[in-house]
């Protein structure tokens, strides 16, 4: 799904579970109010795939301000610090930039969704209370920049940029880290997430458009798009749909044994999805099994790592 403006994850959930007519329904990957777009909604029986789903990289679109920092490190909290940016050189943001590349430590902005001794950090945060998380570890695979833009009036810089990163990874985090680095303070105004995994905004429908017509992918097409596949053939079909193993076989695309959190799809010679398999030495083993030939919805792409 493209997930609009002011909603939260929750709330697409919600909306979806009239749309489609079932309780059964989840998202692989909270986005905040804020941002927007891809948002994998799995329905039905296909909420089993959204496991392998959350732990696929995305890339998002987003557009930093230098100059001012807040307390939620976006646009929708307290602006806490505002500093001159006429110093701030445009090679000097490049190479900010470049040092939040590749393998870093981060710490999480401090109104996440991470739980500190059972509560939401947000919580603890809005009840007064001076959070303080741990850095770790994320990969920004791609970090770039597309545009520098001044307002000399306002006194404020707008990077836009585009990137591609792990998950776990927070934008508004990149935003804050950016900005306190230049020695000037940073918080994210805008956020469009753009892929997660396999899935993209060319794929995504809106609620409204989804409210016309429930059009989802099919369970097998987003099963085939998200990790390596094997053909079976009837004797195996028939075997994996009663959670019996078969011989391993190696999945195109495949460049290791399949393992539980890593599994191959496996395919009936019609098509369907019959199972997900992981490799157990000589033999391939059943993590899930679907009956073949499910024709239900299964996972649609509705709108921060």
């Known amino acids: 799904m493209d997930k609009p403006q002011g909603w939260t994850s929750h709330d697409v959930v919600g909306r979806m579970r009239r749309l489609a007519g079932t ?9 905040d109010p804020m941002a927007t777009g891809v948002l994998v909604v799995g329905i039905n029986k296909a909420t089993r795939l959204l496991t392998y789903i959350v732990g696929t990289s995305k890339t998002y679109t987003a557009t930093i301000r230098l100059g001012q920092s807040t307390v939620t490190d976006d646009a929708e909290g307290e602006v806490i610090a505002t500093a001159p940016t006429a110093a701030v050189g445009e090679q000097a943001i ?3 930039v470049a040092a939040l590349t590749g393998e870093i430590q981060q710490v999480p902005s401090s109104v996440s ?10 919580a603890r945060v809005r009840s007064g209370e001076d959070v303080k998380l741990a850095a770790r570890p994320v990969t920004i695979h791609r970090f770039e920049v597309h545009g520098i833009r001044r307002d000399e009036a306002a006194g404020f810089v707008d990077v836009d940029v ?3 990163c792990s998950s776990g990874t927070y934008i508004r985090a990149l935003a804050r880290d950016l900005g306190n680095a230049l020695g000037v303070g940073g918080h994210l105004t805008a956020l469009r997430r753009t892929h ?15 409210a016309e017509e429930l059009n989802v992918l099919d369970m097998s097409q987003a099963a085939r798009a998200l990790m390596p596949n094997r053909e079976l053939t009837p004797e195996e079909t028939t075997e994996i749909s009663f959670g019996r193993r078969i011989a391993a076989g190696a999945a195109p695309g495949s460049p290791a044994a399949a393992t539980a959190d890593h599994p191959a799809a496996a395919f009936a010679p019609d098509g369907s999805l019959v199972a997900l398999l992981a490799d157990a030495g000589s033999y391939a083993k059943p993590v899930l099994v679907f009956a073949p030939g499910n024709g239900s919805p299964a996972v649609t792409n509705a709108g921060e790592a």
């Open 94 to 96: 490049h190479d900010g």
């Open 196 to 210: 997660v995994g396999p899935y993209s905004l060319e794929q995504a429908r809106t609620l409204e458009q989804l």
């Open 113 to 122: 969704a991470i739980k500190v001794n059972g509560e939401r950090a947000y």
């Open 162 to 164: 585009t990137v591609e």
């Open 23 to 31: 309780r059964k329904v989840g998202h692989a990957g909270t986005l």
